[in-house]
């Protein structure tokens, strides 16, 4: 005899969306909204955008159309701010020189001895150094070749450094001017960049054992220097 029971319905299927409105929703999903700035605030923008992207790929890998994505804006928007990626890529350099250099000048102290506020200066170098890693070594390494602006911007940082170091070295004010006494600064400045580069990759040693390493190798430096002068008579080039 036949079942008395109701055959089950078969569910019906939802309709599938159409291919231009799924592909319209993923295109909403990857767009980034576009924010109405100031040309100072996106211009701060795309250096910060650009110097993260360089600190993580090589200049190469970096494009101006990803850079002006990421800040959701036309690439013909960007170039008013900046005509070339190297335009870009300096400016960039150039905050983090300025960055750098202030880091240390923020953490000068006249009422502490001249040690003293060289160590301190060394651990707010090597800290921000920590911090900013891949764009340090950018700035200090460049990343476009022998470009005489690249160049120029770390120049004027090693510059800033020997003012400052030397401002708060332990040789004696009467010293500072002597053309020996600022070659063995500067050729310090350069065991700090060499050192730093190294340190910042490797973490060879804990900040506070490079801290003093330095600092050690500049009294050390600064003396023979000072005792040079003393002993032979070496004054302005003579």
Known sequence: MPSSKPKPQAKR?????????????????????????????????????????????????????????????????????????????????????????????????????????????????????????????????????????VAAVLEETRQAFLAQFLAQSPVAQQFLDEPLIRLAARGWIGMVEAVSIDWVGTRAAPRRVVRDLLVENLLAVMGNARSALLAGGIRQGT
């Open 13 to 149: 299927r939802s309709a599938a969306p159409r291919a231009g409105a799924a592909s319209g929703a993923r295109g909403a999903r990857r767009s980034t909204p576009r924010v109405r700035l100031d040309n100072d605030e996106r211009r701060a923008q795309l250096l910060a955008l650009a110097r993260r992207a360089f600190d993580e790929r090589t200049y190469d890998d970096v494009s101006l159309e990803d850079i002006a994505a990421s800040a959701g804006i036309s690439k013909a928007l960007l170039y008013h701010y900046f005509a070339t990626k190297r335009e870009l890529y300096v400016a960039g350099l150039r905050e983090t020189a300025r960055e750098l250099v202030g880091s240390v000048v923020a953490v000068v102290d006249p009422a502490r001895s001249p040690v003293d506020r060289v160590r301190a200066a060394l651990d707010a170098y090597l800290t921000h150094v920590e911090d900013t890693g891949g764009a340090f070594v950018a700035l200090m390494r460049g990343g476009i070749g022998s470009d005489p602006e």
